[in-house]
């Protein structure tokens, strides 16, 4: 494993045994990424989805109970046992303990995704992790990415206090303005988009304690006031106009 990975590992896995605790919550954020994925992902219950770098794999919770089978990979063995827990009742899921820069090619998907990953790695180790991706992707399948976006105001400014204040967990993170630079030759960018500008407002009390309270309670009551839908379809807007806090990237086979 290269030194730059084996650090970004070393990160997650201390920051998996302290929060792991923390991850039962469904939230806006959540909620955002699962409606997106139910969007690109037509005729889902026919779908192999894996999540390459999935953390607690929390919204596979959700995407298992409508996916023909879900695939959970992370290099963390620490979010696995999470992961594995969040899933103890789901028959259609299985779980890799790997490396998003070298992926078994046994099996291949319709759906390879994550969310709040590539953007802990260099854009040389980027554009390898998307060709893993590809490699392993059927012929009419879909890569999709989600990560910080550059351009989101309110997340910059937000990581620039949780940096100078010293509780910033996540170790290194750029945000990305595109994947367009890094798009291996065999693929090609779909499209590109900005989502969860609200659960940025929303689920904000993660990052700042003394919120905590008012902001659960302000979470709860949006995600009850507005259906599902609704609320997507208003965050799309949102973050149309005032650029959400992930960058969604479609890409397929070339």
């Not at 469904?26 to 770098?53: F, H, P, R, V």
């Not at 979010?79 to 299985?94: P, Y």
């Not at 790695?121 to 879909?142: H, R, T």
Request: glycine content about 4%; some cysteine; overall charge neutral.
């Amino acid at each position: 494993m290269p030194s730059e990975e084996t650090e970004i590992a070393k990160t997650w896995s201390n920051y998996w045994k302290s929060h792991s605790r923390k991850v039962t919550e469904w939230d806006t954020l959540s909620q955002s990424i699962y409606s997106t994925l139910l969007m690109e992902c037509d005729a889902i219950s026919e779908k192999q989805l894996m999540e390459a770098g999935c953390g607690t794999a929390r919204i596979n919770v959700r995407l298992a109970k409508n996916a023909r089978s879900v695939t959970c990979l992370d290099i963390s063995p620490e979010a696995l046992e999470i992961a594995k827990g969040m899933l103890k009742d789901a028959s259609n899921v299985h779980f890799e303990l790997s490396s998003i820069l070298s992926i078994s090619k046994t099996k291949n998907y319709d759906i390879v995704w994550n969310a709040g990953v590539l953007e802990h790695f260099n854009p040389a180790d980027q554009e390898k992790a998307l060709n893993e991706f590809l490699s392993i992707l059927n012929p009419d399948g879909k890569v999709i990415i989600f990560t910080p976006f550059s351009r989101c105001v309110l997340y910059r400014f937000a990581k620039f206090l949780l940096e100078k204040t010293g509780i910033w967990p996540y170790g290194r993170e750029i945000p990305i303005s595109s994947l367009e630079p890094v798009i291996p030759k065999n693929g090609v960018l779909k499209k590109e988009y900005t989502i969860s500008f609200l659960p940025l407002i929303f689920d904000s009390y993660k990052w700042l304690p003394p919120l905590r309270l008012p902001g659960i309670l302000l979470s709860n009551f949006i995600t009850s006031f507005f259906r599902d839908d609704c609320f997507f379809n208003l965050d799309r807007i949102c973050s149309r106009i005032f650029g959400g806090y992930l960058l969604v990237s479609v890409i397929e086979k070339r």
